[in-house]
């Protein structure tokens, strides 16, 4: 069975940082495009930062120069670095993934159980 799990969410002050990391696990031919998104609290869910398999990026514009997006493929991990958090920026951070489970599967957006993240002012 296939699983996202992020980690790395927490409480911290405004003008903090924090790294959020999110790996796949369990059995999988293949992953591409991975990604973060954020959902605040009566909000909808939104894009924060993807990532694709040749490393190109594509950042929300409330988050770029801030946020900085990663992966490390032979880990089948993706990392957020959040440097100088604002309030605002207070929401669970749910990880996202493109993956086939086998060569002939075909591929799917999987997503994680969400870190929260708590920015104190």
């Known amino acids: 069975q296939v699983q996202l799990v992020e980690s790395g969410g927490g409480l911290v002050q405004a003008g903090g940082s924090l790294r959020l990391s999110c790996v796949a696990s369990g059995s999988m031919f293949a992953i591409r495009d991975m990604g973060w998104y954020r959902q605040a609290k009566g909000n909808q869910r939104e894009l924060v930062a993807t990532?694709?398999?040749?490393?190109?990026?594509n950042y929300a514009d409330s988050v770029k120069g801030r946020f900085t997006i990663s992966r490390d493929n032979a880990k089948n991990t993706v990392y957020l670095q959040i440097n100088s958090l604002k309030a605002e920026d207070t929401a669970v951070y749910y990880c996202n993934a493109e993956m086939r489970v086998f060569v002939s599967s075909p591929w799917r957006f999987y997503w994680g159980q969400g870190t929260q993240v708590t920015v104190s002012s």
């Open positions: 990532i694709t398999l040749g490393n190109n990026t």
